[in-house]
């Protein structure tokens, strides 16, 4: 069965250092979403690529977060530097683009992210 | 500003009882999805709702959709143990972008 793929699972930093994810989306799927999920909320779109152009990014903090899909299959998100207020799940997703389906998008299994 | 409320937020039921989570949302669409997420894991999509008068069914779960009302219910009938999960739901805006309720995180017990 075809799944998200996410790396990695975990990671601890401390605070000011950089940190990336990548995100492997389902095969064909041409739309690509970050989330972030702060512990007891719930996700929160960080940024949406359709193929390799960014579609939303509204909600990334653009003074340290940057994200690419730069051959419009997989992605990596980078935090630079971290802070204490970023440790949370980072959740990839993905969805085929069609005219008339359901756009219903997959997660992958997440990043959990921890800053000291 | 776009709002999706759930209610509500923790909800405690023995099994074999019944009951419904609700969804509202402060804007029109017609697109609107239920996820479940076990603790530290990540979300795995339960309902696609995507007209009014839309109800999709699967086990012990239903949900429907009403469009005009702009609120969504989770039923859940003769709870079981296994149901026991936060459950969000999602309403889709313009370029697919999905807007998360709270959450409502379900316990079952014996």
């Known amino acids: 069965e075809a799944e998200v793929a996410q790396s990695p699972r975990y990671k601890i930093t401390e605070k000011s250092q950089a940190v990336a994810f990548w995100c492997d989306p389902i095969?064909?799927?041409?739309?690509l979403y970050w989330y972030r999920q702060i512990l007891g909320q719930g996700p929160e779109l960080l940024v949406q690529f359709q193929d390799e152009s960014v579609v939303d990014d509204s909600q990334l903090p653009k003074d340290r977060f940057s994200a690419e899909r730069l051959k419009g299959v997989d992605s990596t998100l980078k935090i630079q530097p971290a802070e204490l207020g970023d440790s949370a799940m980072y959740l990839c997703?993905?969805?085929?683009?069609?005219?008339?389906?359901?756009?219903?998008?997959?997660f992958g299994p997440g990043t959990r992210l921890t800053v000291l | 500003e776009l709002k999706v409320e759930q209610n509500p937020l923790f909800l405690s039921m023995q099994e074999g009882k019944n009951y419904t989570i609700y969804c509202n949302y402060s804007t029109t669409s017609d697109r609107l999805y239920w996820y479940r997420q076990d603790p530290g894991k990540s979300l795995e999509s339960l309902f696609v709702l995507l007209s009014n008068g839309a109800v999709k069914q699967e086990g012990r779960l239903m949900a429907s959709l009403d469009t005009k009302a702009r609120l969504s219910t989770l039923h859940i009938t003769a709870a079981v143990h296994d149901l026991s999960a936060t459950y969000f739901c999602a309403v889709g805006f313009l370029n697919d972008k999905l807007i998360f309720g709270t959450g409502t995180r379900l316990q079952v017990f014996p």
């Open positions: 095969s064909g799927h041409a739309t």
């Open positions: 997703a993905s969805s085929f683009f069609g005219t008339s389906g359901s756009n219903e998008q997959f």
